[in-house]
């Protein structure tokens, strides 16, 4: 083989090899939002439980022109709390990803991010006057009069935040019931503490903490009065009705005096409140 020939294979040989080199480089690079691209992110639900409740992140994109990002758009995602799948890519539009919580509580804020850099800030131009005018007055500008700071993006180009509250960190108010509220022939009394948001709304999974206090009896003489938890302290968590239990029972015998003692719920986040429970020891015969 000559020499030309052989410098011929060797030339086409290099060629392919930075064909290839060009195409890897080309498909490792992801495709990113044009700068500018308006971005909506919701999560579905606002609020999960800790240790594994699930929260759908949605990221809707639009292009300047108004119109929706090219689908395949890579989308990344960031959390300070819990995890969240690192990217996602559009369809139509539109990227999905799942947001996990983890044994913290608190508030999540999950971050999503595509493409662009900041929108080039524009200035507000100088008005000239018009030839011939009144002193005083100026011409119209038909130029752009906003004026951006350097760095400045809108909160929802490129870019968009969401929160989602995790675990114990959502009660904000804790209602306690007993029934019945006074013992007398019965020596129980079934607790049930409700949960509800700042919106008044019942919060599922949270963890409450049921505590009895001693109380206050009547007459001199005063029996061992035993009550007792059926939780022994231990968290009950609430149903779907934002409703935890427990219950409460006596070992003391009927007698002639009245026992009140005070049984108190407490969320996780020191929300908590209490109810009174009334042991009467009906005189016996």
Known sequence: MSK???LAFAVAAAAGV???LVMSACESVPLTAAPGTSMTLIANPTFVSANGGVSVVTAILVEPAGTFVP????VFFFTDLGRVDASGESVNGVVRVNFVSDARSGTAHVTAVSGGPAVAPSTTPTPTPTPGAASGVTAR????????AAG????DQNQASVTITVGSALPTRVQV???PPVLAGARSSTIVANVFDGNGNPVQNVPVIFTVAPGTTTGTTIPPFVEFLDSGGAPRFTDANGQAFDTLTTKSLNGTLQKTVTVTATTANNQGNDVT??????PSR
């Open 141 to 148: 500008s038909t130029g752009p009069t906003r004026v951006v």
């Open 4 to 6: 030309r020939v052989k």
């Open 277 to 282: 429970v009334t042991i009467n020891y009906a």
């Open 152 to 155: 400045d993006i809108a909160a």
């Open 18 to 20: 930075s064909a290839a």
């Open 177 to 179: 019931t007993a029934n």
């Open 71 to 74: 689908d395949g758009t890579v």
